[in-house]
């Protein structure tokens, strides 16, 4: 099983990028995907989660309104639109996958298969 992030990039302050997080070996239909960030010197925080069977989506408030997570079933891959991107959202993004029930959906231990990340900067 193999989740691979990748769009992330270099932008301005206000402006907008999507993410992918693609998968080999599994169907994001049957699980749980949460979207992670870590900047430097900080512990890793969750950004924004998707239910397996429901669909639920969750986003801690320093996003929302901003980010829009979404999945596309036909292709296995989930998305992170980000729009409005503030410097302090620069990170590495990482996208990760699990049996994750709705109470617990927001704590990384949840997790057990994790991407490579992909780096974020937003420059003032």
């Known amino acids: 099983v193999q989740l691979q992030a990748s769009g992330g990039g270099l932008v301005q302050a206000g402006g907008s990028l999507r993410l992918s997080c693609a998968a080999s070996?599994?169907?994001?239909?049957?699980?749980?995907i949460g979207w992670f960030r870590q900047a430097p010197g900080k512990q890793r925080e969750g950004v924004s989660f998707?239910?397996?069977?429901?669909?639920?989506?969750f986003y801690v408030d320093s996003v929302k309104g901003r980010f829009t997570i979404s999945r596309d079933s036909a292709k296995n891959t989930i998305y992170l639109q980000m729009n409005s991107l503030k410097p302090e959202d620069t990170a590495v993004y990482y996208c990760?996958?699990?049996?994750?029930?709705?109470?617990?959906?927001?704590?990384?231990?949840?997790?057990?298969?994790w991407g490579r990340g992909t780096l974020v900067t937003v420059s003032s």
């Open positions: 998707i239910s397996s069977s429901e669909g639920r989506v």
């Open positions: 070996g599994l169907i994001f239909d049957d699980y749980a």
């Open positions: 990760a996958a699990g049996q994750v029930i709705v109470t617990t959906i927001r704590w990384p231990s949840a997790y057990h298969k």
